[in-house]
């Protein structure tokens, strides 16, 4: 059962453009909503993260949007650059529990 | 400041044989957890440990095993190889599972033939 449901599955935008990656999830005790960026041949990063208590989170380039009600967060880069280029994953998670991954979305910024 | 450590970095196995993914923190950390990678599947968690001396099983535990005789090391062991075991494996270490960062290894990409 997939948990949480992530697209699109890559994405491909101009230097400069906004790529926007979204999550749904069915599991509406989640509570903890955060983004794992990764490099080829690397592992996964923690990029950012938000609770359900707001609506909002930027960090730098970073935004996260959260809607409680459609059970829907996204992730929003600004000014995207050739350096973002990797692939995103959404993940939640309940209280005390594991995180659960979506199935990850492979971004190009080409230049 | 190494953090996750995982060895091998690549590994080809043929079917039936066994062998060992090492993965050490030095972050004091008390949970660990493996994870697989395939393409278009994300991360699914296979085992995890709140701790030396407990596992439990994740998502996909079929066909590993794993161990937590220390708080530093989570060796993933897997018997008998097969086609379907052909993956990126990923270590990973958080300070508690109660919603905090898990840092993760470099991986291990494992090619079973």
């Known amino acids: 059962q997939q948990q949480v449901k992530q697209s699109p599955q890559s994405l491909i935008v101009q230097k400069g453009g906004i790529p926007i990656i979204n999550c749904a999830y069915e599991n509406t005790a989640f509570d903890y909503f955060p983004w794992y960026q990764q490099f080829p041949g690397k592992g996964p990063a923690l990029l950012i993260a938000?609770?359900?208590?707001?609506s909002e989170k930027k960090e730098g380039r970073f935004t996260i949007s959260f809607n409680k009600s459609a059970k829907q967060f996204s992730l929003h880069i600004m000014d995207s650059q050739p350096g973002d280029s990797a692939t995103y994953f959404c993940a939640a998670s309940r209280y005390g529990n594991k995180l659960v991954f979506g199935a990850g979305t492979i971004l190009r910024v080409k230049s | 400041n190494a953090g996750v450590t995982q060895t091998p970095k690549f590994r080809i196995l043929k079917i039936g044989q066994s062998m060992t993914l090492q993965c050490t923190q030095d972050m004091n950390h008390n949970y660990m957890y493996w994870y697989r990678q395939d393409p278009g599947m994300g991360l699914k968690l296979i085992y995890y440990?709140?701790?030396?001396?407990?596992?439990d099983k994740g998502e996909v535990p079929n066909g590993y095993n794993v161990s937590r005789s220390t708080t530093e090391d989570f060796p993933l062991r897997l018997e008998l190889a097969a086609p379907s075991q052909t993956s990126v494996y990923f270590c990973?270490?958080?300070?508690?599972?109660?919603?905090?960062?898990?840092?993760f290894g470099q991986g291990t990409r494992l090619t079973v033939v």
């Open positions: 938000i609770r359900p208590d707001v």
């Open positions: 440990s709140v701790g030396a001396g407990i596992t």
């Open positions: 990973a270490s958080s300070v508690s599972e109660l919603n905090t960062e898990a840092f």
